[in-house]
């Protein structure tokens, strides 16, 4: 079987800004409170009554060239074969220069444990055949996640029909969250 | 130990989704300050000091007291209140078991003008066919951030795949503002202004669909007549849409029609004109000829379910103490009239009520005028509340039955009526992990003590086959235990009410646009507009609303949610705040006739100048809501007594407050 390549497809349009993606990460990942591993983007323009509001979910990347697998000095922020980019535990000496190598402000500081956390793109669940949780609880189903690699599958025919874009895409890291446009 | 919920596929309601507030339910359950075992009062009422008590004792206590009461005043001298729960009938068949007829719950605090509306009009209560719709106009309704399943999912998929055009009205730029094609910020009550003159649009061109209405519908003549006076230039100077867009509006709804419909929403607990309101939306969808066609109104239906047979109880002897068939012969009876309630029991008219059972309802944060809730409980010879969470009632209560929460529990089966009707059955996934019981279980301890045993002498499974007996399955209840849903095979249901010789539920047997039954009552037969009162210079008008994180007033101490909005804010127009030297993120006073309450001010584009709004749910007096304690104001405080005359619904949108600095 090919190696597989996960990526993010995401829709902003239909973000409604319920936050059910931030709470149902906190429950599978145990996130601790105050933090989140993903977050809801808001911008507000205009005076009443001609106003603007949009909303755009945001997590890791899962950039294919990370800058914060190049800066860790242990290897702790590493790339699996698959793309997903995870931090280990073990190996995390809390240095936090992943955190401020990362252009998308993915990352935080978990102080109970002295470690970087950030979005694992739910990698224990998608190596058991499920999706993320973020993806699988959105009401407005803003968010497609699948192997890039594989043309039938759903994110590839999303980008083959659809225009998109990626953020910051100077930085060189290569992102891997494609907005829809 | 529950680490995750994940939404169950199977549910054709939830469209495989499952909330904020689903997602962080399991906090519930391991809560620190839950409620872990029964509390009797041992300080003053709302001391917050409680002596944690058997079971046994706690049924005791309560009964005695219930029969003291009845002793002395009558099995009417007792009320008997709860929300929407599936377990709710086992508590209400004890408050009717023990001879009460106030039993009250909670539609008119929500939906009773928009129910009575489409009862009066169509004879039955339907669902909105979001899916199919290609035209949808929704006034306040916020479907984005006031979730119900599955309209929310079906209007956001089919508003952003351009399928459905949506027009959206409301004095506050919300997330379905946001989301909308066209938004207006329509002057607060003038609703009904802006439906008549698309009637009257409609009409003038001859756009109805005539054999929808000459076949099933009456009084559309004097419709046409009694319309023709609100033309849509008039309306315009009313609402502040400009005429222009309410003619293109009414012919754009009407070429979409029958896939156009006027969402009604729930908590239509708006205006004193409210039922009115819903009346005149009614009446735009019946004559386009979008009733039970795909992308209309459509009436629920429902799966009937087997009843245990219990043995059956006497009518309660004494009138109801809200009077119903005096105040709002149309309404439903059952359900009661809790504004109208509370003033008669304040009264003692005609009779004293003493005693206060609540089940999973907090009417100190449920209802407008806070104080007048408070002078209820203070009335009160003693009260019970029935609850997870230690509510703003349960802390003012003498007595304290923890309920084990949904996820502790086995729930009677249910039918979710809609287009396509299902059968749920809430199972227990842990152990109780306190000394908590499942409502029958309450009942059952309290029904004992009272003598009235025998009327609840099942168990929730006994009472759970029963109900499923009937289902065309070959195990129906081993199904419902693997599935936790029954969906009945061919999808939604439409049509079966379009057909010429269907008698509707309504006195002609006809759709009523035009109702005789109103007159006889007293009422308008159709729906007569007169403006509102706007608030004097100074004032504004408050709105309430609600977030998608957030249930009504419970989870605001949820730990996973608080931080999405850890304090409410009180909404106010930048130029209205600088008129009275408001800054944003200011303490301010928010006060009306009935009280006040103390905010922060959010300087926001979001709402019209003459109206500020605050979040349901804040403000909170109970201590163990550690997280919501004292923080923000309590809307409840604020908003002032007032109904529908009609449906007896609450009004909460016609509150003129002053706002200054604290």
Known sequence: MSQKRYILVIDSRKCINCKACIVACRAENRVPLGHSRDRINEERRGSFPVLLATFEPEQCHHCENPSCVRVCPTGASHRRDDGIVLVTDDTCIGCRYCMVSCPYNARFFREDRGVVEKCSLCSHRLDRGELPACVQTCPSKVRACGDIADPESEVSRLLDKREYRVKNPQTGNAPQIYYLL | ?662
Request: hydrophobic share 40%; with cysteine.
């Open chain 2, 1 to 662: 130990m529950i680490r995750k919920l994940d939404p169950n596929p199977k549910n054709p309601k939830s469209r495989g989704m499952l909330c904020a507030r689903g997602n962080a339910g399991l906090l519930q359950v391991y809560d620190p300050k839950r409620i872990k075992k029964p509390l009797i009062r041992a300080g003053a009422r709302g001391e917050g000091k409680w002596r944690e008590v058997s079971w046994d004792e706690a049924f005791d206590y309560t009964a005695n007291k219930l029969k003291e009461i009845k002793l002395k005043h009558g099995p009417q001298g007792v009320l008997w209140s709860s929300t929407e729960a599936f377990a709710e009938v086992f508590f209400k068949n004890l408050g009717l078991a023990f001879g009460s007829p106030n039993i009250v719950r909670h539609p008119t605090l929500c939906l009773a003008s928009v129910n009575l509306a489409y009862s009066v009009t169509f004879g039955a209560v339907p669902s909105f066919d979001l899916q199919n719709a290609n035209y949808v106009i929704m006034a306040g309704a916020n479907r984005f951030e006031s979730f119900i399943t599955p309209d929310t999912m079906d209007l956001i998929d089919s508003t952003m795949n351009r399928k459905t055009r949506l027009v959206y009205l409301d004095p506050r730029f919300t997330v379905t503002a946001a989301k909308a094609d066209e938004w207006y910020p329509i002057k607060p009550g003038s609703d009904l202004a802006f439906i008549l003159a698309l009637v009257h649009v409609i009409i003038a061109e001859g756009r109805h669909d005539k054999e929808f209405v000459k076949t099933y519908c009456q009084g559309f003549d004097q419709l046409a007549e009694h319309v023709k006076k609100y033309s849509p230039e008039w309306a315009g100077n009313e609402t502040e849409i400009a005429a222009a867009n309410i003619v293109r509006i009414a012919r754009e709804f009407s070429d979409a029609a029958p896939r156009a419909l006027f969402y009604s929403g729930r908590r239509s607990s708006w205006y004193r004109n409210d039922f009115q309101m819903r009346r005149a939306q009614a009446i735009l969808n019946a004559i386009v000829g979008n009733w039970d066609k795909q992308g209309g109104v459509v009436p629920n239906s429902k799966i009937a379910l087997g009843e245990f047979l219990y043995l059956p109880w006497d009518d309660p002897e004494a009138p109801r103490i809200d009077e119903m068939d005096k105040n709002f012969p149309l309404a439903a009876k059952s359900d009661g009239a809790y504004l109208k309630l509370r003033e008669n029991v304040l009264a003692a008219n005609p009779y004293p009520v003493k005693g206060w059972m609540i089940c999973k309802q907090d009417p100190l944060s449920a209802l407008p005028d806070q104080s007048k809730t408070m002078r209820m409980v203070e009335q009160m010879d003693f009260i019970a509340t029935i609850d997870i969470q230690m509510s703003d009632t349960a802390w003012y209560a003498d007595v304290v039955l923890p309920e084990s929460t949904y996820l502790e529990r086995q729930d009677p089966v249910e039918v979710l009526a809609g287009i396509w009707p299902v059968v749920v059955m809430r199972q227990p996934v842990v152990k109780p992990v306190h000394d908590t019981k499942p409502c029958l279980d309450i009942v059952q301890g309290i029904a004992k003590r009272l003598d009235l045993g025998m009327y609840f002498d099942y168990t929730i499974d006994q009472w759970n086959e029963a109900a499923v007996k009937e289902l065309p399955l070959d195990a129906p209840m081993d199904y419902l235990r693997n599935h936790g849903v029954y969906t009945p095979p061919g999808g939604p249901n439409y049509g079966a009410t379009l057909n010429p010789d269907h008698r509707f539920v309504t006195q002609s047997g006809k759709i009523e646009i035009f109702s005789d039954r109103l007159k006889e009552f007293g009422h308008d037969p159709l729906p007569v507009y007169q403006p509102p009162e706007q608030p004097p210079a100074g004032s504004f008008r408050m709105l309430v609303g609600r977030k998608a994180y957030f249930t009504h007033a419970n989870s605001s101490s949820n730990p996973w949610l608080l931080d999405f909005a850890p304090e409410n804010f009180l909404w106010i127009n930048p130029k209205s705040a600088s008129h009275a030297g408001i800054a944003d993120g200011e303490l301010v006073e928010v006060s009306s006739s009935a009280g006040s309450a103390k905010l922060r001010a959010r300087l926001t584009e979001h709402i019209r100048p003459d109206c500020v709004s605050m979040l349901h749910g804040f403000g909170k007096r109970s201590q163990w809501l550690t997280r919501a304690y004292n923080r923000g104001g309590n809307d409840a405080a604020v908003l002032e007594n007032g109904w529908d005359g009609v449906s007896g619904n609450a009004a909460m949108h016609e509150t003129f407050v002053k706002v200054r600095k604290a």
